[in-house]
């Protein structure tokens, strides 16, 4: 029977279920085709969180059938690495995939989308972003910049950063030249450490030409790759201004609202994705790289309780004294702290407890004697 004359004939109900399964077909049909462009901070060689903006390009294509294709460029490649968020506030590309504490200069409270220095883990960070209001703050915030934002990664607690002397006092800060991100420079310029702030591609020739004397950039695996091993010797831990940095997707706003329901969700689930992927990436890389440093002769040193409990005070100070004069800052700020201040607390007793318990095991598996046999 021919169906034209089958759906004549056929009762009202029926026809209208034999209509159903064609319409979804033409809906999926009529979505776009879409070809962004995705501005990166960061270089190529970090398949981990420049990597990050290709998971989500890669699971997007694949999820639209190719019909939303976004095209990753590194940082440089069309915009300078710190430049991104311009780019995609200005729309010169769709979309942009960089770390928020870069901007600091523009407004300290980019840094809380990101990591601030005593801040929380990646566990909190998610915590607070998913599910403990900090997605709506931080909205509302980059509204002001015209985009979009969405966490897109995130790398763990970072390592502390490679020094060519070792620094054993806070007084060994004065006077230190020493790349660092985000407002972890500020805190440090309390202690007389002239911070700077290069992108990821320029640091080994600072460090190496001792035009710097120390520079952190995220753990053993990528600092590995970039090689500062070879020009410095001591390798501090923990960064206590990066418990746990979150990496974050930038949407021009305008191209956001125009985007087909369908590929919205697909975009944020793919971003979801990738914060997962990037962070089982380090926590699988990280212990391998770090062995593999220690045997060619790097020397690991913990920064003093000293050294970061002044740290820690001059964090306080600054943050209360940019509450003080900046709204944005202080109306994200409070809730947040409130927020950490609980994590740690509940984090002290069962991970905290597991935690303590497994890694005391782990250094006395490590420094006992071996048996005799
Ligand atoms: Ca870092």
């Not at 969180?49 to 460029?73: L, S």
């Not at 809380?112 to 915030?141: K, T, V, Y």
């Not at 974050?248 to 919205?264: A, F, G, H």
């Not at 809730?335 to 890694?359: C, H, L, N, T, Y």
Request: proline share 5%.
């Amino acid at each position: 029977m021919e169906r034209r004359s089958f759906l004549k004939k056929a009762s009202v109900g029926f026809a209208a279920g034999a209509i159903a399964a064609p319409a979804i077909a033409q809906t999926a049909a009529a979505l776009p085709t879409i070809k962004w462009r995705l501005a990166s901070s960061f270089p190529k060689s970090l398949d981990t969180i420049f990597g990050g903006a290709e998971v989500v390009a890669k699971r997007v294509a694949a999820a639209t059938g190719g019909k939303f294709q976004i095209q990753v460029f590194a940082g440089g490649e069309i915009v300078p690495p710190f430049q991104v968020l311009d780019a995609v506030k200005d729309g010169t590309v769709e979309i942009g995939h960089s770390a928020s504490y870069y901007y600091v200069g523009k407004d300290p409270t980019f840094a809380i989308d990101c990591a601030i220095p005593f801040g929380m883990n990646s566990r909190q960070q998610n915590a607070w972003m998913m599910h403990g209001g900090g997605i709506e703050l931080m909205r509302e915030f980059f509204k002001d910049y015209n985009i979009y934002n969405i966490p897109c990664g995130n790398t763990g607690t970072q390592m502390g950063g490679w020094f060519r002397k070792e620094i054993k006092t806070v007084a060994d800060l004065k006077g230190l030249k020493m790349r660092i991100a985000g407002l972890a420079g500020n805190v440090l310029a309390k202690l007389g450490v002239i911070a700077q702030q290069i992108p990821g591609a320029d640091i080994y020739p600072a460090l190496e030409k001792g035009t710097i004397d120390a520079a952190e950039w995220v753990g053993p695996y990528d600092d590995e790759k970039l090689g500062f091993n070879k020009v410095a010797k001591y390798y501090y831990y923990p960064a206590w201004w990066e418990g746990g940095p979150q990496i974050t997707m930038y949407v021009n706003q305008k191209q956001w609202d125009s985007l087909p329901k369908e590929y919205q969700a697909i975009l944020e689930s793919a971003c979801a994705e990738a914060t997962a992927d990037m962070l089982a990436k380090y926590d699988n890389k990280n212990p391998p790289a770090l062995k593999r440093l220690m045997a060619g002769g790097t020397q690991l040193r913990p920064f003093t309780n000293d050294i970061m409990a002044a740290c820690y005070k001059a964090a306080n100070e600054f943050y209360e004294e940019t509450a003080a004069k900046n709204a944005k800052f202080k109306k994200i700020y409070e809730p947040w702290k409130k927020f950490r201040d609980e994590q740690v607390q509940w984090f002290s007793i069962a991970e905290g407890g597991f935690d303590r318990f497994m890694q005391a095991t782990a250094r006395t598996a490590q420094t006992a004697p071996a048996k005799k046999k």
